[in-house]
Every structure is written in C-alpha cells, then in structure tokens.
C-alpha cells in the first residue's frame, strides 16, 4: 500500500480515463495537512456517489475523505447500508464486511497490518450505518472497545435502516414513525456516544456534518489518537432526506437546525489522547 500505486505506467498514460490521470497528477497524497480546504482545488478521492440527490451522507463522506492524513495508508472497512453504495467509488483500500461485523474484520486487519508493517503508520477506519454500528453490530463494536483496538468508528447516524426501506433502529427519536414501522418508536434513543465512552474509547465526538472545517479537526484527532492509545468514536448525524419527507437541499438546513439541540457538538477525550492532540497541533498537524 503506498501511493505510488496510482502512479500509472508511461507507456499506458495515453490510454487511461482521465480521472485515473487525474487521481495521480492532482489528489492530494503525501501530505498530512491536507484537507477540506483542498477539495476546490484537487482531485477528489470520491469520484462519484450514487447515494439519493442532495443526501447529506455525501457531503460527509468527501469531508472524511479529503481529511484523511494518511490516505495512501488507511483501509476503510464498511458494511451494506447506503454508504455501502459508495464505497466503489472511493480510490482507497475499502474492505466490505458482513452486516454488523465491521468492527471485528477492522481489528483484525489492524493487528494484521501492524504486524506484517512494523515500521510503517497504517490507519484503519470502520464506517457504517446505525442500523450496523448500534443495532445489530453493537456486540462487534463495543467489544473492539473493550479490547482497546487502535482504530476509528464513525457511525453515520440517519436515524434509520434506510437502505431497506425504513425501519427503526435504536438510533430513531421516540415516537417516531417510518414506512416500515408504523406504530412508531416506543423507547428513546440510545445515547450510542456515551455507551462509546463508558466501553473504552479515548476519543468520542457527537455533532452533524453541517460544519466542514470541524469534521475535518474531529477526523484527524480520532485518527491520531487511535494510532497511538485506543478507539475512538465518531457519531455524525447525516439525516436521510428521503425517510423523513425531505427535499434534496434541505439536508443541510436540517443539520444546522440539530447542531443547536439533539446533535449539539459534544467532544469527549482521556487525558491519554490530550496529550495527543496538543502533541499533533503543536506540530502543525491539527
Ligand atoms: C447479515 C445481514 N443482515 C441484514 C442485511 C440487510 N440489510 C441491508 S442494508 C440494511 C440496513 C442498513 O441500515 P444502516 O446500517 O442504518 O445503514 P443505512 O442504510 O441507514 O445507511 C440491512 C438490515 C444484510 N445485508 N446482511
Ligand atoms: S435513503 Fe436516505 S440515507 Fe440513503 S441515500 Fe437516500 S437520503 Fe441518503
């Protein structure tokens, strides 16, 4: 894994689509302070989505993406939801696990990858859906917790099973009623940021995606302080426009409306991963 692997071969360069030139000549590889403010001027690493017009989840995975400080080096483990429908277009090592098993197939590689690289900074990062990190990969998630596995979940929290039409999970608001489940949610949300912090996590971050600049602090921070202490935890709420009756540019206007209540940013860090964020912001990396 390095980024010479975009590096195309002289004698193919004539034959190649443009974006794969592209990817070589203008994304932003090798560099550790790259981010969002770079997305007007380079080559993106999402070249496409095939997520519904105007879906939030989009926004936050180019976000993610161009705040990656490692890109060349990081595996991003996924499961099927909607953001497993994008997956294929990302140009990074993407590894597609079981429903609800991501957390498990990420410790592995991780342990895997420190043992077979030693001496190199291999980032691994699990992203999915609620359904998969709350509901029904719970047991996988916390239990990588539990054994301080050095890797970063973010959870895309939409509120819903969206990629199979609507059903409750436990990240639903109470009361609330979907296609699939229409006598609404009788329990209160599960508060999956505090269940984070009281299994292990050195680093957990609760807000929308409506702030570029601050998915792209939150991001490094979980990433640097997972390499060196213990999981972290990101919980991003990207709300699904379809299921809740939304058009497709109101998605942003929804985040902005919860970032003042249910998604209030809340930031949480041990002292341990203090010390690494004051540590990579001296040195200019944060
Ligand atoms: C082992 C297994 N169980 C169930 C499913 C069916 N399934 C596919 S997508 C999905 C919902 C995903 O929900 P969530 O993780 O919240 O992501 P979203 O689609 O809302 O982004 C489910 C239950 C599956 N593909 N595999
Ligand atoms: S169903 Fe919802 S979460 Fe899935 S792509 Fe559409 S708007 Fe986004």
């Given at each position: 894994m390095s980024y010479k692997i975009f590096k195309i071969n002289e004698d193919l360069k004539d034959f190649m689509p443009p974006e794969?030139?592209?990817?070589?000549?203008?994304?932003?590889?090798?560099?550790?302070?790259?981010?969002?403010m770079d997305l007007p001027y380079s080559k993106e690493l999402i070249e496409e989505h095939s997520l519904c017009a105007g879906c939030p989840e989009s926004a936050a995975f180019r976000y993610i993406l161009a705040s990656l400080p490692n890109p060349e080096d990081t595996i991003i483990v996924n499961s099927t939801g909607c953001t497993s429908l994008v997956f294929p277009h990302i140009a990074l090592h993407t590894v597609h696990s079981l429903f609800g098993n991501q957390n498990a197939v990420?410790?592995?590689?991780?342990?895997?990858?420190?043992?077979r690289f030693p001496d190199k900074v291999k980032d691994v990062i699990v992203l999915a859906g609620d359904g998969a990190t709350v509901d029904i990969g719970l047991d996988c998630t916390l239990q990588?917790?539990?054994?301080?596995?050095?890797?970063?979940?973010i959870c895309f929290d939409n509120e819903?099973?969206?990629?199979?039409?609507?059903?409750?999970?436990?990240?639903?608001?109470?009361?609330?009623v979907f296609k699939m489940a229409p006598k609404g949610k009788q329990?209160?949300?599960?508060?999956m940021w505090q269940l984070a912090i009281?299994?292990?996590?050195?680093?957990?971050v609760r807000m929308t995606v409506s702030s570029p600049k601050k998915v792209e602090k939150v991001i490094k921070q979980a990433i640097y302080v997972a390499r060196e202490v213990g999981p972290t935890y990101i919980h991003l709420y990207t709300p699904c426009i379809l299921?809740?009756?939304?058009?497709?540019?109101?998605?942003?206007?929804e985040m902005r409306r919860t970032d003042k209540e249910r998604f209030k940013f809340f930031e949480y860090m041990t002292d341990a991963a203090k010390e690494v964020i004051e540590r990579k912001k001296e040195e200019g990396l944060i």
């Open positions: 794969i030139v592209d990817l070589e000549e203008k994304a932003t590889w090798g560099n550790p302070k790259r981010g969002v990420a410790s592995g590689i991780k342990r895997v990858l420190e043992w990588s917790f539990f054994r301080q596995e050095k890797i970063t979940t819903v099973y969206a990629n199979t039409g609507g059903q409750e999970s436990g990240m639903t608001v109470k009361g609330h329990w209160d949300k599960v508060p009281d299994s292990g996590c050195h680093y957990v299921e809740i009756g939304l058009n497709a540019d109101d998605g942003l206007e």
